[in-house]
Structures are given as C-alpha cells and as structure tokens.
C-alpha cells in the first residue's frame, strides 16, 4: 500500500479539516491557503514520490485533495514487445537489401546478413529511449515502455525511430529537462560507440550494394571519428552506418521545436520564449530545404523534416507545475553542451543520390 503524505506537508498550502480514505483513493477536505498553481507545484513531487497523482476538485461546495495511486495496469506492454520486434526484423531486412543487395522474394533465408546493423541500430535507439523512461521514472513521472516505429524498405533505415509516451504532469523545470537532454546523450554515447565498432570492422565482403551508389554527408562527429580511429573500413560498413544513423537521429531530435527532446531542453532553459524558436525552426528548414533542391541537391530530407517539425511546432508544449524556479548553472551549461552536439551531428544534406 502506498504511503500517505504527511499532513503537516500538506496544511502548509492546503488546511486540512477532514480526511478519507476509501480502498486505496484518500480524499482531503480543507481550505486552499494559495493559488492552485503554487499549491501543486508544492505538494506534486511529495505526492508522486508516494506513487500517488493528485488533483484539486470541488465536492458539495467544499474544497478535496483527491489523491489516487499511480498504477501501469492499462499499460499493454505486449504491443511494446512485439513492435520492437517487428521494428528489429524491419531493420534487418532493409539492412540486408541495402548492403547486400538481398532479394527477400527469391532470398528469404539471406535476410540474416542485416542482423548485425539491426542490432546496432536498435542498440542505439534502444539506449536513447530507455534513457528517457528511467530518468522519467526517477523524477516521478508516469512514463511508457518504449515504442518502436517498424517500416521496412520504405524508411532508409527500416524504421521511423522509437518514443516513449509522457502521462500526467510535469513537475518542474528541472524534470522536463533532465528527461529530454537524458535520450540524445545516452543515445550519442551509443551512437559514438557503435560507430568506432563499425570502423574497426573488415570491410564486409560484396558486390556493388545499393549503398555504394549513395552519397552519405558526413557530420562533424562522424568525420572526427574517423580521423582518430584507425580504420579498416571505408565508413559504410553496416554497422558505421548505424553509428552515422544514431547521430543524425540525435541532431534531429535534438532540434528546438514543441515536444522533440531540444523542444523540451530549449522549454526548461528558456520557458514561454521557447515559443518563437519553436516556430521559426521549421520555416528554416524548409526554406533551407527548398533552397537546395533548387540547386540540383537533395533538399527533400529538409522539405520533409520542416513539415513534420511543423507539426510539432503546432502541437505547443505543456507547461511544467512549478514554471517559475530557472534551471541552475549546471544544466545550463549542459543544456548548452547538447545543442552544440545537435550541431555537432548535423548534415543538411544527408543523402545524395
């Protein structure tokens, strides 16, 4: 059974009269003694660390902190597993048409060959998004198992990415950007990882691939790795390619725009200003995007990923309870760190046929 607040905690923000408890639901009758932003943004983190959520109702005319336990009971976490494997032979398939030229009608039994890109691509993504959920959970907050997005020949990589789904409130400042800045830095570390990996990998023994007659950019991360590792390869190994792939995932997700893990940083470092970059970065994009395919390059990527931001941009962001305590100087700084990283890892023209 979940533990009660203490009443003492409570009645600083909240006079308690009466109190009921019904099963494992407990009612507080009383008076508010502040606002409702102030008293949630005082008891939320003392509630939540009990595994309760709690909410301000009206009964009768009378004044109830309604305190229900947090359960994961509705959470389907067979949809998490069998989307992650279906996103994991996704991205074997199209690891092995890619590289090896399969041809998963006439030969089924080669699709194997994409498996060591599969698992370095899912190593990283993996990482990235459990990251979010474990940080998440340490704060408080109610947080999904990850969800694989599988889409086989169709995505470059076999699979449009992966993300955790956020229930309830953000507590503070703090939370959300201890949650978004978490994904990109694990997930680069695995990203940087996976990458040396691929460089000190053979070079994998085939014929012309429909790899080789693609142009990949080369982040400045990527191209820093290079020069240090002493490589055995040429970089389009499977698995450098995965490496290359956590990185671009990590400048895009990266990016200052509504829910995207830079939204959430640039929204704890900057608060309702983060609006204004939120919007203009995918106008950037776009026009950046058309800008180059009016110069005989690739520019759709841009064009593609300026719609979708716009989505985001749209979307807005929720506000965390306590809005009004700023970040300290640590996480400013590594705030600062991240979208240097964000550029860091960004091509403007990834592919190029």
């Known amino acids: 059974m979940n533990e009660p607040v203490d009443l003492d905690r409570i009645n600083i923000v909240f006079h308690v009269y009466e109190m ?55 959470d389907k976490k067979h949809i998490n ?7 994991a032979l996704a991205i074997m398939l199209t690891g092995a048409v890619l590289f090896y030229d399969v041809n998963p009608f006439t030969e089924p039994f080669l ?25 998440a959970k340490r704060r408080g907050m109610r947080a999904s198992l990850p969800f694989f997005i599988p889409l086989p020949l169709i995505s470059p990589i076999g699979t449009l990415g992966a993300l955790i789904k956020l229930k309830g409130a953000i507590p503070d400042r703090k939370s959300l950007f201890d949650v978004g800045v978490a994904g990109p830095l694990v997930g680069l570390a695995a990203a940087v990882a996976v990458t040396i990996v691929g460089f000190l ?22 191209a820093l790795i290079e020069k240090v590792v002493p490589t055995t390869s040429i970089g389009t190994h499977p ?5 290359w792939i956590g990185m671009l995932i990590t400048s895009l997700n990266l990016l200052p725009v509504g829910q995207l893990d830079g939204g959430h940083v640039a929204r704890a470092l900057s608060g309702e200003k983060t609006a204004y970059i939120s919007a203009a970065v995918p106008l950037v994009l776009m026009a950046t995007g058309v800008y180059y395919s009016l110069s005989g390059l690739n520019g759709e990527m841009l064009l593609f990923w300026g719609f979708f931001t716009l989505f985001f941009a749209a979307g807005g962001h929720p506000q965390p309870i306590n809005d009004m305590k700023k970040l300290d100087t640590k996480r400013v700084v590594l705030g600062i760190i991240a979208f240097g990283l964000c550029v860091a890892c960004f091509t403007p023209i990834p592919l190029q046929a």
């Open 20 to 74: 009921q408890a019904a099963g494992p639901v407990i009612k507080y009758y009383g008076e508010p003694k502040v606002d409702s932003k102030t008293l949630f943004a005082t008891l939320w983190n003392e509630f939540a660390e009990r595994g309760y959520d709690v909410e301000l109702k009206r009964e009768h005319g009378e004044f109830v902190l309604l305190a229900t336990p947090i359960s994961d009971a509705d």
């Open 239 to 243: 698995v450098a390619f995965a490496g």
């Open 81 to 87: 597993v069998i989307l992650a494997i279906a996103t």
């Open 111 to 135: 699709i194997y060959k994409g498996l060591p890109f599969a698992a370095a691509v899912m190593f990283v993504l993996g990482s990235h998004e459990l990251a979010h959920y474990l940080v």
């Open 201 to 222: 990998l053979p070079p994998i023994a085939a014929g012309p691939s429909q790899a080789q007659t693609i142009a990949f950019g080369t982040p400045l991360l990527f």
